[in-house]
C-alpha cells in the first residue's frame, strides 16, 4: 500500500477567497455568517448565512463558461486551481491518464433549478436554456475539473448530504493508497444559498435565526455556508520524487452507516466511524490532538458527537481538542468536509488550532476542550475529521504532520 | 432591427465575431459554432422572436427547420414569423 499526501489545497468559502486568508480568518476567529443577499430573500424566515461575497463570474470566466457553470461549478474551478497550481503538477502522459477528480457536493447546481423552476412556474416561460442539464449535474464540476486540468483517469461525484466531500475524499484516497491513481483531485463544493435551497432547510425548523454556536447550551441551530475545498492527494513516493511540499499525509479513514433513522444521528454510527478511522491509520486514541467536529450548532448531532468522542476516547477525550469552525464558515453541506479540512492542515502544519466561535455556554452534554472563541497554539501529530450526514451516513478522515 | 439584422447579430455574437464578418452565405460551421452553440443560437432565437423552431440536434438535416446556412436560418425564421402572423 502506497502512503497519501496532500501536496496541494484551495478553497473558495465565506472567510475568504483562497488558502492563506481563510486561514487568516481562522485564525482570528473572524465569523463569516452575516445577512443573505439574494433575490426574494425577504420571504424567508431564515435570513443569515456564510455567503460568499465578492466572488464575481464576471471577469473570471466567458461568457460560454458563464452559460455553463452554476456557482458550485465557478466555486470548484476557482479551488482547484489554487489547489493544483500549489501542488506543481501538470498533467500530461501517464500522470494525466491515471489521475482524476472524485468530488462530493450533496445538492450540485441548486440555483440553476432554482432560477429556471422560477422561470417556468412563476413567469410562465415555457423555455429554458439549453445548457440547463449539463450545469445543474451533480458531476458538472467535477467535468469540469478533468476537462480543465486534463484529468483522464477515474472521476465520479458523490452525493451523501454533509459528509459528501468527507465521502469523496476517503474514495479518493483510497484510489491512491491502492496504487490505482499516482495522484486525485479531490474535495467538494456547494452552493445553495438562494431562495429556494435556503426555503427548503427552512422547512426543517433546525436553523438559527441567529448564529451558529455549536456546542454551547445556548445553540439554537445551524447556519448555511457556501463554497469550495479543493486538494490534491498524491502518492507519496511521487511526491518526495518531486520534491513537492508536503502539507500533511492522510493516514487512514472509515464509513459507518447508522441505518438508524433518516435525520436523527446515532452515537454509535458516529463512534465506529471514528474508531474504524484510527484502526485503519495505525493510530492509537492518545495519538489524536484535534478532532474537527460536525459540529453543527444543532441540539442533537453536538451532543451525539461528544458523547460519540467519549465512548471513542476514554479519559483521553478531555485532553484533546475538538472545535467547530462552522460557526464561521457556516455548513457547507456537502462541501462542509473539505473546507473543514484546512483546519486539520493548520493544526498540523502550523500548530494553531482554529477556534469554535460564538461559544456562550457550556453545555454538560458537550463537556469537551471545543477551543472556545479564541484560537489556540498547540503541536498536534494527528488530527480527524468528523463528517456525519442525514441519512445516517459518516464518514472520518485521520491526517498526521510529515 | 429587420429580422435578418437580428439573427445575424445573434450568430455573430454566439460565433465572437463581428456582425459584418457574418454573411448570408456563411455556414455555422465555417463561423465556428459547434453543436453546443447550434442548441445556444436556436433558444437565442426563439426567445428574440418568441417562436418555436422545429430544430432536433439527434437529426438536423430532417429537421423542418433548415440550418445550412445564415440565408436558410433567416428564411426559416421569417416564414415561422408569417404563421405566427
Known amino acids: 500500500m502506497k502512503r497519501v499526501v496532500i501536496t496541494g489545497a484551495g478553497t473558495v468559502n465565506a472567510l475568504g477567497h483562497s488558502v492563506p486568508e481563510t486561514l487568516t480568518a481562522m485564525r482570528e476567529g473572524v465569523c463569516g455568517i452575516g445577512p443573505l443577499s439574494f433575490r426574494d430573500v425577504e420571504r424567508l424566515s431564515i435570513q443569515i448565512g456564510g455567503q460568499v461575497h465578492g466572488f464575481e463570474a464576471e471577469g473570471r470566466f466567458n461568457r460560454q463558461q458563464m452559460s455553463l457553470y452554476d456557482r458550485f461549478t465557478q466555486f470548484t474551478l476557482a479551488a482547484a486551481k489554487e489547489a493544483i497550481t500549489q501542488s506543481g503538477l501538470s498533467f500530461h502522459g501517464e500522470l494525466s491518464a491515471k489521475s482524476g477528480v472524485v468530488l462530493g457536493t450533496a445538492g450540485g447546481g441548486v440555483s440553476t433549478w432554482d432560477d429556471n423552476y422560477r422561470a417556468v412556474y412563476e413567469e410562465g416561460k415555457n423555455r429554458v436554456h439549453p445548457f440547463v442539464v449539463p450545469k445543474l449535474m451533480n458531476n458538472a464540476a467535477a467535468s469540469h475539473v478533468s476537462m480543465e486540468f486534463n484529468l483522464k483517469g477515474p472521476s465520479f461525484t458523490v452525493s451523501t448530504a454533509c459528509a459528501s466531500s468527507n465521502h469523496a475524499m476517503a474514495q479518493a484516497f483510497a484510489m491512491v493508497r491502492s496504487g490505482m491513481a499516482p495522484a486525485m483531485v479531490t474535495g467538494g463544493s456547494e452552493s445553495m444559498l438562494c431562495f429556494g435551497g435556503v426555503k427548503a432547510w427552512e422547512g426543517l425548523r433546525v436553523m438559527s435565526r441567529d448564529a451558529c454556536r455549536p456546542f454551547s447550551a445556548n445553540r439554537n441551530g445551524m447556519v448555511q455556508g457556501e463554497g469550495a475545498g479543493i486538494f490534491v492527494f498524491e502518492d507519496y513516493d511521487h511526491a518526495h520524487a518531486r520534491g513537492a511540499d508536503i502539507l500533511c499525509e492522510v493516514a487512514g479513514f472509515a464509513m459507518s452507516s447508522d441505518a438508524s433513522d433518516i435525520v436523527m444521528p446515532s452515537k454509535a454510527g458516529a463512534a465506529r466511524a471514528i474508531s474504524g478511522a484510527l484502526q485503519d491509520a495505525g493510530l492509537n486514541p492518545e495519538d489524536v490532538g484535534y478532532i474537527n467536529a460536525h459540529g453543527t450548532g444543532t441540539a442533537a448531532n453536538d451532543k451525539t458527537e461528544c458523547a460519540a468522542v467519549a465512548d471513542v476516547f476514554g479519559p483521553h477525550a478531555d485532553k484533546l481538542m475538538m472545535s467547530s469552525t462552522k460557526s464561521m464558515h457556516g455548513h457547507l453541506i456537502g462541501g462542509t468536509g473539505a473546507v473543514e479540512l484546512l483546519a486539520c492542515i493548520m493544526a498540523l502544519r502550523d500548530g494553531v488550532i482554529a477556534p469554535t466561535i460564538g461559544y456562550q455556554e457550556p453545555d454538560p452534554e458537550c463537556a469537551l476542550d471545543v477551543v472556545p472563541n479564541t484560537a489556540r497554539k498547540a503541536k498536534v501529530d494527528v488530527a480527524l475529521s468528523n463528517a456525519f450526514a442525514f441519512g445516517g451516513m459518516n464518514a472520518v478522515l485521520a491526517l498526521r504532520r510529515v | ?85
Do not use: Y
Open chain 2, 1 to 85: 432591427m429587420s429580422i435578418k439584422e437580428q439573427v445575424i447579430a445573434i450568430i455573430a455574437e454566439q460565433a465572437v465575431l463581428e456582425p459584418e464578418d457574418v454573411t448570408l452565405d456563411s455556414t455555422l460551421e465555417s463561423l465556428g459554432i459547434d453543436s453546443l452553440g447550434l442548441v445556444e443560437s436556436i433558444f437565442a432565437i426563439e426567445e428574440a422572436f418568441d417562436i418555436s423552431i422545429p430544430f432536433n440536434a439527434n437529426n438536423p438535416s430532417e429537421s423542418d427547420f433548415d440550418i445550412s446556412n445564415v440565408a436558410s436560418i433567416i428564411a426559416g425564421i421569417e416564414r415561422l414569423k408569417a404563421e405566427q402572423g
